[in-house]
């Protein structure tokens, strides 16, 4: 077995250990829930981007695997349905964002005609970087770790950045979801072939399959089934969050920091999700655009956990029922993880892309406590794990002075709310960033819009 470069498990400087609650989601292996009820909806942004363009109209008949979103840009992604059947109507649905979503509704037949062509196999050893790419374009691959950024987009660095260390994330460092490492443990030759796949688009990089220590089934299967892949390491990190942050991960698989506004191949690394690497594997491999999805339920309102396989377009209503129902009136909905996810206020919202878990807590699980005034204690300086400062940028919010917002990187921000996990005086930090983030940017956005052609 090849040993890694560190002794002990890698990290970065900064974050926070909050209890990982995956005792009750981790030995759910993945169930299969393929056939849905009720109708599919598909909003037409399940990306960072431009929004697509439905392809479709009410009434017309679709088949599994049909493009139903255009992209309508570079940095965008095509949408596909999951199912055959009649488009109910096309119009604006709930989307687990919060927000109405220009939506495409399927009614599912139950026959799952495919479009033809799917399940053709492609030679990547003899195709070149631009076929790879127009494959992984086409079948609407974005990362899956929540984020969403268009797969082709990453793949596709300037020609000046010289890329050597293309990383899986399986870290999967918010508490609860285990969605990641059920898909490590149950398809791991999946995951190391679509990272065969990247490798051969970058023929100087090496591969990491970055997994924490409290995942050590994980771990040990990847370890085993790597040991003779001279261009793959599996690295073992410390049980911390952010450690999935894309950031903190190449710092501690590499030693390397994204400057501040740069991207990863600032740095010389591309990262994927571990389930994006999958969905790379499937388009190839197995000539299938992306359409399912693998999501956690969890939760004290929740009568049991599960992990499920599930279509895209999927009711989450739907799969709640599926896990056994609730106990009780749900206290808090979050789409995703509690660190990062989004609340929801209503349960009739479908799976995307992005979903990779749906917790419903009871009332013994409300972590959102009142705040109190500022001590000054500093502890979340030390827990950021991008190095701000965020009681200064929280008093500069509250003070609407976004100039000193700015000025002290509040945009680098990435919201993953350790400073507010940290904080004695539970302090609505991360809340304050995230709005000071999008005026800086609107404001940005029209003082560009407002300077004369050609900058003067």
Not at 69 to 75: I, K, L, N, S, W
Not at 253 to 264: C, N, W, Y
Request: charged share 25%; proline share 6%; net charge positive.
């Amino acid at each position: 077995m090849k040993q890694s470069l560190f002794n002990a498990p890698r990290t970065f400087k900064g974050g926070i250990h909050p209890p990982d609650y995956k005792e009750s989601t981790e030995g759910n292996s993945i169930q299969m829930y393929m056939d849905p009820k009720m109708d599919l909806v598909f909003p037409m942004v399940q990306h960072i981007g431009a929004p697509c363009k439905p392809l479709v109209k009410k009434g017309d008949y679709v088949l599994r695997g049909q493009k139903i979103g255009e992209p309508q840009g570079f940095v965008s992604s095509p949408i596909h349905s999951s199912v055959s059947g009649k488009v109910k109507d096309v119009k604006p649905m709930l989307h687990t964002n919060g927000t109405k979503v220009m939506s495409v509704i399927i009614e599912n037949d139950h026959e799952y005609k495919e479009i033809e062509g799917m399940h053709k196999v492609h030679d990547y050893k003899n195709m070149t970087n631009e076929q790879i790419l127009a494959l992984i374009r086409e079948a609407g691959i974005v990362g899956m770790g929540g984020a969403g950024f268009p797969a082709h987009v990453k793949l596709s660095p300037p020609p000046d950045k010289k890329i050597d260390s293309i990383i899986v994330n399986g870290a999967e460092c918010e508490p609860f979801l285990s969605s990641d490492f059920r898909l490590l443990i149950e398809e791991p030759k999946k995951v190391i072939e679509g990272l065969k796949i990247i490798l051969q688009m970058f023929p100087e990089a090496k591969g990491y399959i970055a997994i924490e220590n409290n995942k050590p089934t994980a771990l040990s299967v990847m370890q085993e089934l790597t040991a003779a892949e001279e261009r793959i390491e599996v690295v073992t990190l410390q049980t911390k969050y952010p450690q999935g942050g894309e950031k903190q991960l190449i710092n501690a698989v590499t030693g390397r920091e994204v400057p501040s506004g740069g991207l990863p191949a600032d740095a010389g690394c591309i990262v994927h999700n571990a389930d994006t690497i999958v969905a790379i594997y499937r388009a190839v491999l197995e000539g299938r655009p992306l359409m399912r999805r693998i999501v956690t339920l969890a939760g004290g309102a929740l009568k049991k956990s599960a992990t499920f396989k599930v279509r895209l377009g999927t009711n989450v209503s739907e799969l709640i029922d599926a896990a056994g129902g609730l106990t009780c009136t749900p206290s808090k909905v979050i789409c995703g993880g509690p660190m990062m996810g989004t609340a929801l206020f209503s349960l009739d919202v479908p799976v995307v892309k992005g979903t990779s878990g749906v917790l419903l807590f009871d009332e013994s699980q409300d972590f959102i406590a009142n705040e109190s005034a500022c001590i000054r204690c500093g502890k979340c300086i030390a827990a950021c794990p991008i190095h701000l400062m965020p009681m200064m940028l929280n008093q500069a919010a509250l003070e609407r002075d976004w100039d000193t917002f700015a000025k002290l990187h509040g945009m680098d921000c990435m919201e993953c709310g350790s400073c507010a996990y940290i904080c004695p005086a539970k302090r609505h930090l991360t809340q304050t960033f995230k709005a000071g983030k999008r005026i800086v940017a609107e404001q940005r956005k029209k003082a560009a819009a407002a300077k004369p052609a050609g900058g003067k």
